[in-house]
């Protein structure tokens, strides 16, 4: 198992934005596809951006496009989301995903590493 250690959650108001970040160990291939998913209190889990290993290929969930962003820094199979004109429907626990591949995927269930998550709260 793979540690994904994610920071930069927080508590924001409406309008504003966050920059999440994830890093995997400094020993692990870097040629990993990752993800962001999320996950509001009573609610399934929700597919957010992926990008494969190289940064060529990026999908969006559609409740993020155009809003979000995903990069990533092959140093350390490192992730980011940036996450701008925030809404309230955003809240939730951001979790961050290594697929053991070069491409990227919607699926959770193809993915073999997760970090801890973080909490996003957006105010109205």
């Known amino acids: 198992q793979l540690q994904l250690v994610e920071v930069g959650g927080g508590l924001v108001q409406t309008g504003n934005s966050l920059k999440l970040s994830c890093a995997g160990p400094e020993d692990a291939p870097r040629n990993y596809a990752m993800g962001w998913f999320r996950q509001a209190p009573g609610r399934e889990r929700e597919f957010v951006a992926a990008?494969?290993?190289?940064?060529?290929?990026?999908y969006y969930g559609d409740s993020v496009r155009g809003r979000f962003a995903i990069s990533r820094a092959n140093v350390r199979n490192t992730v980011y989301l940036e996450m701008n004109n925030l809404i309230p429907e955003d809240t939730a626990v951001y979790y961050c995903?290594?697929?053991?591949?070069?491409?990227?995927?919607?699926?959770?269930?193809?993915?073999?590493?997760w970090g801890q998550g973080t909490q996003v709260t957006v105010s109205s």
């Open positions: 995903a290594l697929k053991r591949a070069f491409d990227a995927t919607l699926y959770d269930y193809e993915y073999d590493d």
């Open positions: 990008i494969s290993w190289n940064g060529l290929t990026k």
